[in-house]
Antibody, heavy 117, light 107 residues
Framework: EVQLVESGGGLVQPGGSLRLSCAAS????????MHWIRQTPEKGLEWVST???????FHTDSVKGRFTISRDISKNTLYLEMNSLRTEDTAVYYC???????????WGQGTLVSVSS | EIVMTQSPATLSVSPGDGATLSCRAS??????LAWYHQKPGQAPRLLIY???TRATGIPARFSGSGSGTEFTLTISSLQSEDFAVFYC?????????FGQGTKLDIK
């Protein structure tokens, strides 16, 4: 059974940093496209970052230079390193496994990131 | 960036009835369109991909149609577990984008 479990969310001040983790089971992270997606009541669902099976990665414009997506093959875990956090980064962050081309087929339960002074 | 627009924002329907949800893309996206539903406190779940193909385990009462810029999700004979928020998502080009959602609630 495919399972994704996020952790690492919390309250952080503007300008601070957090690292989100997404532990996967039932499949191999490095053999799949993996994504981070965030959700707020105001903006809805927003794709944030993607890492390809070949290791290539990219991010939405609003987080470029601040967020980094990565993975640990030995731990079968996906990460999102978030630096220079802004209040507008406040959201529930989900990791997801990409399937069927560009869809998000399996999701974690989400982890809440709150950026506030 | 492709903007996805869903309508209506809210749809009130009685259990057992059918419902039709719409999604429009600001540019042509062929059939690179997915539908998700999300219950309160849960993550979204993939229902449809390729505009009309049901994902694994999705009941036949869910059907999708459309291509280009206009898409429809039809749900026949609504069950209690179907009342949720539905999102469409395009994967024609980056950044992949979602609609703002249609809330399906019980009449």
């Amino acid at each position: 059974e495919v399972q994704l479990v996020e952790s690492g969310g919390g309250l952080v001040q503007p300008g601070g940093s957090l690292r989100l983790s997404c532990a996967a089971s039932g499949f191999i992270v490095s053999s799949n496209y993996m994504h981070w997606i965030r959700q707020t009541p105001e903006k809805g669902l927003e794709w944030v970052s993607t890492i390809y099976s070949d290791g290539g990665s990219f991010h939405t414009d609003s987080v470029k230079g601040r967020f980094t997506i990565s993975r640990d093959i030995s731990k079968n875990t996906l990460y999102l390193e978030m630096n220079s956090l802004r209040t507008e980064d406040t959201a529930v962050y989900y990791c997801a496994r990409g399937i069927y081309g560009g869809t998000f087929g399996n999701w974690g339960q989400g982890t809440l990131v709150s950026v506030s002074s | 960036e492709i903007v996805m627009t869903q309508s209506p924002a809210t749809l009130s329907v009685s259990p057992g009835d059918g419902a039709t949800l719409s999604c429009r893309a600001s540019q042509r996206i062929s059939t690179n369109l997915a539908w998700y539903h999300q219950k309160p406190g849960q993550a979204p779940r993939l229902l449809i991909y390729g505009a009309s193909t049901r994902a694994t385990g999705i009941p036949a009462r869910f059907s999708g149609s459309g291509s280009g810029t206009e898409f429809t999700l039809t749900i026949s004979s609504l069950q209690s577990e179907d009342f949720a928020v539905f999102y469409c998502q395009q994967y024609q080009s980056w950044p992949y984008s979602f609609g703002q959602g249609t809330k399906l609630d019980i009449k």
